[in-house]
Structures are given as C-alpha cells and as structure tokens.
T-cell receptor, first 112, second 109 residues
Framework: EPEVTQTPSHQVTQMGQEVILRCVPI?????FYWYRQILGQKVEFLVS????????KSEIFDDQFSVERPDGSNFTLKIRSTKLEDSAMYFC??????????FGEGSRLTVL | KNEVEQSPQNLTAQEGEFITINCSYS?????LHWLQQHPGGGIVSLFM???GKKKHGRLIATINIQEKHSSLHITASHPRDSAVYIC???????????FGPGTSLSVIP
C-alpha cells in the first residue's frame, strides 16, 4: 500500500539552528500539507501546497518557516532559526482531489 | 470557539464494550475524517465521510450533515483499540483539515 514517508523520525537541535524535515508524499497525489503537534496538544495546520506554491498557511507559519518541492518527489519543511517552542511532532500529509488524506509517521523535533 | 469539538475527552472501557465517540463541527464541510493516533506514533486515517455511514471491521462511522454531527463506534472493544481518536473537518476536497482535540480511549482487559 502506498504511504507517505518522513525523515528524520527524530531530530535534536540547538536553538537557533536550521532544520529541514523531509517528506515523500504518495506519488500521484497533488496536495501536500504540513501539520504539527506540540506534546499534549491537538494537531495544528501549518501550510498547504499545490501546483508548486503555497495555497494556504496558518499564523504559525511565519517567516522562519518555508516549504519546497525541490525535485518533484520530496516535500520539505525548513525552519530557519529554531526556537524552543518549535519542539513538536511534525506531520506531512498528501491527498488527491476527493480522495483520502494520508499522513506520514511524523518527525519529532526537539529544540534544546 | 473551536470549529471541531469532540466528546468525551477521555474514555475508559472494559474489553468487549461498545464504544461511541462524538464529534460536532461548526463549519460547512465536504468531508469529515476519523483518525487514530497511538502514543508517540503517527496518524492513521480510519474513515473519510461525506454522508451516511461507513463500516470497516469493528469500526463504524456515521455522519449527519444537517446536524453537523458525526459518531465513531467501536464494537467488541479490545485493548489494542486503545489510542487517541481524532475527528477532523475538511471544508473542500483539497482544503486543510481542522482537527478536533481528540478522545483518548483506554480499553482495559
């Protein structure tokens, strides 16, 4: 069964460092999303991406965040200068029009 | 006000019990998702509903569009069903999903 894969599964970084989280969506999907979940809280939307551009972003997705689809298969989330409050589980998801939503296993980011 | 609400927040059941988790939403939607999340783990999609009822094994999901309400039922619950169950609303087929707070289910042998 096709699946969304995310790497790394866990990353520990120092405050102020840049982090790149990677996702490989399902190959024929057109819509891509990043969500995050701070420990003990509900999942929050960060950004959606379609046709090589951002289609929507939340208030959380400030200038420190960026997304890219560099090679037609990977979908990356970059955090330029990490803060303690960026510590969370980050989920990538992909979907087709009218189809189901598929999530990756998540990347746990710990900022020290 | 949260756009997606769930009840109960926490639920403990004995193995074999019939379980119901409720979800209400305030936005117009094209789809309602039920998701499962195990501790420290990823999110698995259980159902995507736009009307009526769907069944998969011991899981049943229903939705009432007019009342903006959905339920997830688990028949003959088992300890392996212990997880957080999340309801999420999607306004259009390509829109972001808006997550509910989740219901933490613990099934005791």
């Amino acid at each position: 069964e096709p699946e969304v894969t995310q790497t790394p599964s866990h990353q520990v970084t120092q405050m102020g460092q840049e982090v790149i989280l990677r996702c490989v969506p399902i190959s024929n999907h057109l819509y891509f999303y990043w969500y995050r979940q701070i420990l003990g809280q509900k999942v929050e939307f960060l950004v959606s991406f379609y046709n090589n551009e951002i289609s929507e972003k939340s208030e959380i997705f400030d200038d420190q965040f960026s997304v890219e689809r560099p090679d037609g298969s990977n979908f990356t989330l970059k955090i330029r200068s990490t803060k303690l409050e960026d510590s969370a589980m980050y989920f990538c998801a992909s979907s087709q029009t009218g189809g189901g939503l598929f999530f990756g296993e998540g990347s746990r980011l710990t900022v020290l | 006000k949260n756009e997606v609400e769930q009840s109960p927040q926490n639920l403990t059941a004995q193995e074999g019990e019939f379980i119901t988790i409720n979800c209400s939403y305030s936005v117009g939607i094209s789809a309602l998702h039920w998701l499962q999340q195990h501790p420290g783990g990823g999110i698995v999609s259980l159902f995507m509903l736009s009307s009526g009822k769907k069944k998969h094994g011991r899981l049943i999901a229903t939705i009432n569009i007019q009342e903006k309400h959905s339920s997830l039922h688990i028949t003959a619950s088992h300890p392996r069903d212990s997880a957080v169950y999340i309801c999420a609303a999607q306004k259009t087929s390509y829109d972001k999903v808006i997550f509910g707070p989740g219901t933490s289910l613990s099934v005791i042998p």
